[in-house]
């Protein structure tokens, strides 16, 4: 089992940027990704990073303003989020697959609760 806790969520105007931090209970070599829902919609793909090839894959409405890194050492994934947008508010997850392409496809084995972003516009 793994515990997966976001934080960094919050409210930020547009252009803006945050930085959300999901944390891992333990050492894990799985792909990891993020994922948004916003009010209304169903959940949707943000974005994902290999376990150990550290390779990345954006869905296209955050490419070239999100990038998703990891610190290993830290057990921790991160979502750092430039040029924010209106259309960017919603809850968002962190999850953790054994496949990168699992996590891209949002079949994950674990999830975490979510952290809140806001951008007024």
């Known amino acids: 089992q793994v515990q997966l806790v976001e934080s960094g969520g919050g409210l930020v105007q547009a252009g803006g940027s945050l930085r959300l931090s999901c944390a891992a209970s333990?050492?894990?070599?799985?792909?990891m990704g993020w994922f948004r829902q916003a009010p209304g919609k169903e959940r949707e793909f943000v974005a994902a990073?290999?376990?150990?090839?550290?390779?990345?894959y954006y869905a296209d409405s955050v490419k070239g303003r999100f990038t998703i890194s990891r610190d290993n050492a830290k057990n921790t994934v991160y979502l750092e989020m430039n040029s924010l947008k209106h259309e960017d508010t919603a809850v968002y997850y962190c999850?953790?697959?054994?496949?990168?392409?699992?996590?891209?496809?949002?079949?994950?084995?674990?999830w975490g609760h979510g952290t809140q972003v806001t951008v007024s516009s």
């Open positions: 999850a953790s697959a054994r496949t990168f392409y699992a996590v891209v496809h949002g079949s994950a084995d674990y």
């Open positions: 990073i290999g376990g150990s090839s550290g390779s990345t």
């Open positions: 333990r050492r894990t070599s799985y792909a």
